[in-house]
């Protein structure tokens, strides 16, 4: 397959509306790609997890994690993701992996706080998913926590325990929010965008208690990041969100969705650092036991995380 490797592709109407809320003269051309460059698709095949953004049957990100052994991703070439994983059947997020469906991806290695995102759409699913690449890029490592992840000893297919829908956020998901110290967001840019749009998986991280909840309403700090604002952009445009909150200690999944409303100039107690916030009204809720690797061992707070604050 022949690629130009000069090829950019432009931030899209949201992304730069979004620039410039935050006081940065907008980009026009993003370090993003139409294709995975060589060392993108040499990384995906050493993870054993990876976070994935979904649409519900409402059109609604959700926010799930695919597990596998090493080299349970490849990349047959340079705009092809092959996985060999399906998500677990009581998964919420399962009915949005289907043929057609886009889908945003990250590749992320917490023990080297490297990671890469892929965005496109499922062109097939069988016993696992083949994904046709439409955006690739990398991101810088700040606020990513190290741990080590024990390695699955499944398929991505394993038994878990059954996903429980929470009509509240009771006390358990409130401990395991407010302990975190990363989480995951996706996202999806407004129809109107077309193939300029689609969806988008994303990582957060902060000192724990950095992810404040009031209410049924979660209120995030926004930290000096790249400057992209892919997740920013989507949120003005399209303010739904799904959240993937993971307890590293015994792999419990607590996935939210929730609209979004953002304060672009905060006046108040927020943490250090913070230059915007987000607050998610949650409207949905579920937790799964045991469905990502238990007994994570944590490594050390990012550089950029200990120059941050909490609630």
């Not at 993701?81 to 590749?107: K, M, N």
């Not at 604002?229 to 999944?253: E, H, K, M, V």
Request: negative net charge; aromatic residues 10%.
């Amino acid at each position: 397959m022949s690629i130009d490797t000069t090829t950019f592709l432009p931030f899209n109407a949201d992304e730069r509306a979004a620039q410039l809320r935050a006081g940065l003269t907008p980009g026009r051309i993003a370090p993003i790609r139409p294709f995975m460059p060589e060392q993108h698709r040499a990384f995906f095949p050493l993870l054993t997890y990876l976070f994935t953004a979904t649409p519900d049957e409402r059109g609604w990100p959700l926010a799930s994690v695919l597990t596998g052994p090493r080299g349970f991703i490849t990349s047959p070439d340079p705009t092809t993701l092959r996985i060999d994983a399906l998500p677990q059947a009581d998964d919420p997020a399962e009915p949005g992996f289907a043929a057609g469906t886009e889908i945003g991806l990250l590749g992320l290695d917490l023990a080297t706080r490297r990671r890469n995102r892929a965005n496109g759409s499922i062109v097939s699913r069988n016993q696992g998913l083949t994904v046709r690449i439409a955006q690739s890029f990398g991101n810088c490592p700040q606020y990513i926590q190290t741990r080590s992840v024990p390695a699955t000893k499944t398929d991505g297919r394993g038994v878990v325990a059954a996903s429980v829908d929470l009509d509240r956020l009771d006390e358990a998901a409130r401990d395991l929010i407010e302990s975190a110290d990363t989480f995951f967001v996706a996202s999806r840019g407004r129809d109107e965008l077309g193939t300029e749009g689609g969806f988008d998986m994303s990582h957060r991280g902060g000192r724990p208690g950095f992810v404040a909840v009031q209410g049924e309403t979660l209120v995030i700090p926004d930290f000096r990041g790249n400057g992209f604002f892919n997740t920013l952009g989507n949120l003005l445009g399209n303010p739904r969100a799904g959240l993937l909150f993971i307890d590293f200690s015994n792999g419990d999944l607590l996935q939210i969705q929730g609209t979004v409303t953002i304060d672009w100039q905060p006046e108040g107690s927020e943490p250090t650092g913070a230059e915007r916030l987000w607050r998610v009204k949650v409207e949905r809720a579920w937790r799964t036991r045991s469905a990502f690797p238990s007994g994570s061992t944590f490594g050390e707070f990012s550089p950029s995380t200990l120059h941050t604050g909490t609630w």
